[in-house]
């Protein structure tokens, strides 16, 4: 069974920089699909960026691009998302999730996910 456990989390002031973690259990992490989700409150799960192919294929929603960075360290497990310029729209919980198989496109349907992480941006 593959674990996900996401930190990093915590309060910041717009303009403000976060980075989150994920570790993820399992042998062969360096082959998985990752990326991170997000859910504002009364609003539905979004998608916020994805590393399919071992960093060789990210892709990132419209509203962070430029601004958050998705990447991963084999070595430990662990994928990362960093977020910079962040602002008051950018306040959610953030999830992270897996997938063993790399060709997976509906990130949506990722078979692993983490518990949550919370972010929030003051004004």
């Known amino acids: 069974q593959v674990q996900l456990d996401e930190s990093g989390g915590g309060l910041v002031q717009a303009g403000g920089s976060l980075r989150l973690s994920c570790a993820v259990s399992?042998?062969?992490?360096?082959?998985?699909?990752v990326g991170w989700f997000r859910q504002a409150p009364g609003k539905e799960r979004e998608f916020v960026a994805v590393?399919?192919?071992?960093?060789?294929?990210?892709n990132y929603a419209d509203s962070v691009k430029g601004r958050f960075t998705i990447s991963r360290d084999n070595a430990k497990n662990t994928v990362y998302l960093q977020m910079n310029s962040l602002n008051p729209e950018d306040t959610a919980v953030y999830y992270c999730?897996?997938?063993?198989?790399?060709?997976?496109?509906?990130?949506?349907?990722?078979?692993?996910w983490g518990q949550g992480t919370q972010v929030t941006v003051s004004s």
């Open positions: 999730n897996a997938e063993p198989n790399p060709y997976y496109s509906d990130y949506a349907d990722y078979d692993y």
């Open positions: 399992g042998r062969t992490f360096s082959s998985y699909a």
């Open positions: 590393d399919n192919w071992n960093g060789g294929n990210t």
